[in-house]
């Protein structure tokens, strides 16, 4: 059985890139898979592997400072591109809980949520503040309140972010948009009952 998730806290990883798409996040030769297995490998491939196959010191996921990070700082419109649910799936398998980001593609946010991946929208100013905090202080973690719909900066301050009833329950109780209509299945079995009712004439058809 799944536990509630009301906290993330961990190291928070910088990757201000705009427009990051979900090719450049899971590139296409890491789609030939039939499961959801070994996937972390392939995240962000041609931005931590140069061309003879070996890891680049510039990127950040590459760097021990950020080793172990559970949280990624975005640029805006992260997740663009193809609707791929791989790249939630290598986000995630790569140790990620959650992403921070100025906006973020309605497709991937869809994803994502279904997934119990935390997707954090904040406004730049708030963002640029994080990301600067995570570039000069790698080892001070972030924490993310769920239930409160706050951010907490290493500095101490706090940024309220946007988090609607339905995706807020289904990432606290790892419940996904089948388990949400399960979970009202006996208003709909009432519902169906009293439609029948008023028009028994449907019920033969």
């Known amino acids: 059985m799944l536990t509630r998730l009301t906290k993330i806290d961990g190291i928070a990883a910088p990757l201000p890139i705009e427009n990051l798409d979900t090719d450049q ?8 898979i039939i499961d959801k297995g070994g996937l972390s490998e ?5 931005l931590r592997v140069d061309a003879d196959g070996e ?4 990127c950040v996921l590459n760097q021990a400072a950020y080793r ?3 949280i990624l700082i975005g640029g805006s419109n992260f997740g663009c591109g193809s609707s791929r649910e791989h790249a939630v799936w290598g986000l995630q398998q790569f140790g990620f809980e959650a992403v921070i980001a100025p906006s973020f593609a309605e497709i991937f946010y869809s994803n994502a949520m279904n997934n119990r991946l935390l997707l954090v929208q904040l406004e730049r100013a708030a963002v640029d503040v994080l990301l600067h905090d995570a570039a000069t202080q790698p080892a001070a ?3 993310i309140d769920i239930e409160q719909q706050t951010v907490t900066s290493a ?4 940024f309220p972010f946007p988090l609607g009833a339905r995706h807020k329950q289904m990432v606290i109780e790892g419940m996904d948009t089948i388990d949400l209509t ?12 009293a439609h029948f009712e008023r028009h028994n004439w449907a019920a033969v058809l």
């Open 141 to 143: 973690p972030l924490h």
């Open 68 to 70: 172990g990070a559970r």
């Open 55 to 58: 890891p680049r010191p510039d």
């Open 155 to 158: 500095g101490g301050r706090v």
């Open 182 to 193: 399960l979970a009202s299945l006996q208003d709909i079995e009432a519902f169906e009952r």
């Open 25 to 32: 996040i899971m590139p296409k030769q890491f789609l030939r």
């Open 42 to 46: 392939g995240l962000l491939y041609d």
